[in-house]
Structures are given as structure tokens and as C-alpha cells.
């Protein structure tokens, strides 16, 4: 089974508006970590936001906040005012239990800002 | 935040050799690092754990003697692909854990061409 789905293969927004990405997840594990990484056309990894599964609110990081509904399992990223330069793909990982632990990403998003 | 680097950043070689991608902690020791392979418009699939001192740890279906994993002090992971094929064609990144629950940092990724 996936652990990590990601639904939106690409979408697209207009400048300045919101959207939102679609992830959800599946762990039978109580302690776990949701992150949200935005990857450009160079490759490097850029870490946005993350949610512990025992964090009482929702996250936010600036522009980003992240839609957390656990009894749903959803870790949805929103992107608020989008701009030209949030064009790439964007990535939903989840680390299982505490500590050094890997990371499992879904398939990504690949999303598009218009003028 | 702390830094991880990747050298090379990108490498050609011929089918049969031998290439070797180094992962290093600049600015923080790291007892673990992760080694993932992410194929052209495809999610990071995690390969290793590499674990400092110790042997490391595969992924179901990655070949061990393929992919060599040496991970000889605390800030330094190396990764061997033996034998190379073009198959083996694809963006290599490394991360390693901080001390906090968000924190997964990774490298620039090393972008591996076999000809």
C-alpha cells in the first residue's frame, strides 16, 4: 500500500491566488512527521513546512500553512499569493516514528504559476 | 541551517567503470545519512540508510554490491556505484538528520550520466 499519495499529478494557479496540493497518508505508527519539500528544475531540495503528529495546530511557514486532518490522514500544503517563482514540483514526505528516520515522499506535484 | 554537500555535483562515465558520490556534513556530525535516487519526472526513492560504523542498511530491491555504502566518520557518507550500465543513469541525493524533528537536510544531488 502507499504510504504517501499525492492525487495531483499537476495543477495549475494563477498568479496571486491560492491553491492547494493534496496529500495524504497512511501509518499505523502514533508518532510520525509530515513534511513538504519544493523541488526546482535544478534538483535541490527546499524544505517548506512540516507537521508532527502531535502538534495541536496547523502549521504555517510564511506564505505556506499546512492543512493537517488526522483522523482524515491528509497533510494538504496551501500556498497562499502564489508567485512565478513557485513554478516546480512539490513533494509530501512522511517519517515514521521518532528520531533518525527515513523519509517516504509520494509521487509529487508539479505545479504551475500563470501571469 | 546546517549544510550537506555532494561531490560531484554531476558525472559522466562509461558503462562498466566505476563512480564514487561523497556526502558530507559541513557544519554538524551526522551518525546517519539517507542515499536516494530520483529517475527523471519520478519521486526520491530511498536506497540506503548509512549508519557510521556500521554496515548499511538496504532497501528492498536495491542491489548492495551494486551500490557500495561507506560511511567512515561523522560527516562523511560515500556512495560506490560499481560497474555502472546507463541504466544506473539518475539524480543521486543524500540527507542527513539534525537534532529536531523537522530537520532533514539534504545535499545538491550528484546528476550521474553513463554512457
Known amino acids: 500500500a502507499q504510504k504517501i499519495t499525492q492525487t495531483q499529478p499537476g495543477m495549475f494557479v494563477q498568479e496571486k491566488e491560492a491553491v492547494t496540493l493534496d496529500c495524504t497518508y497512511d501509518?499505523?505508527?502514533?508518532?510520525?512527521?509530515l513534511f513538504w519539500y519544493k523541488q526546482p528544475s535544478s534538483g535541490e531540495m527546499i524544505f517548506l513546512i512540516y507537521?508532527?503528529?502531535?502538534?495541536?495546530q496547523n502549521a504555517t511557514e510564511g506564505r505556506y500553512s499546512l492543512n493537517f486532518q488526522k483522523a482524515r490522514k491528509s497533510a494538504n500544503l496551501v500556498i497562499s499569493a502564489s508567485q512565478l517563482g513557485d513554478s516546480a514540483m512539490y513533494f509530501c514526505?512522511?517519517?515514521?516514528?521518532?528520531?533518525?528516520?527515513?523519509?517516504?515522499f509520494g509521487a509529487g506535484t508539479r505545479l504551475a504559476v500563470h501571469p | 541551517g546546517a549544510v550537506v554537500s555532494q561531490h560531484p555535483s554531476w558525472v559522466i562515465c562509461k558503462s562498466g567503470t566505476s563512480v564514487k558520490i561523497e556526502c558530507r556534513s559541513l557544519?554538524?556530525?551526522?551518525?546517519?545519512m539517507f542515499w536516494y535516487r530520483q529517475f527523471p519526472k519520478q519521486s526520491l526513492m530511498l536506497m540506503a540508510t548509512?549508519?557510521?560504523?556500521?554496515?548499511?542498511?538496504?532497501e528492498q530491491g536495491v542491489e548492495k554490491d551494486k551500490f557500495l555504502i561507506n560511511h567512515a566518520s561523522l560527516t562523511l557518507s560515500t556512495l560506490t556505484v560499481t560497474s555502472a550500465h546507463p541504466e544506473d543513469s539518475s539524480f543521486y541525493i543524500c540527507s542527513a538528520p539534525g537534532a529536531g524533528a523537522s530537520e532533514q537536510y539534504f545535499g545538491p544531488g550528484t546528476r550521474l550520466t553513463v554512457t
Open positions: 501509518t499505523s505508527d502514533p508518532s510520525y512527521g
Open positions: 514526505a512522511m517519517r515514521e516514528g521518532p528520531g533518525y528516520n527515513k523519509l517516504i
Open positions: 557544519d554538524f556530525q551526522a551518525t546517519t
Open positions: 507537521q508532527g503528529s502531535y502538534d495541536q
Open positions: 548509512s549508519n557510521e560504523g556500521s554496515k548499511a542498511t538496504y
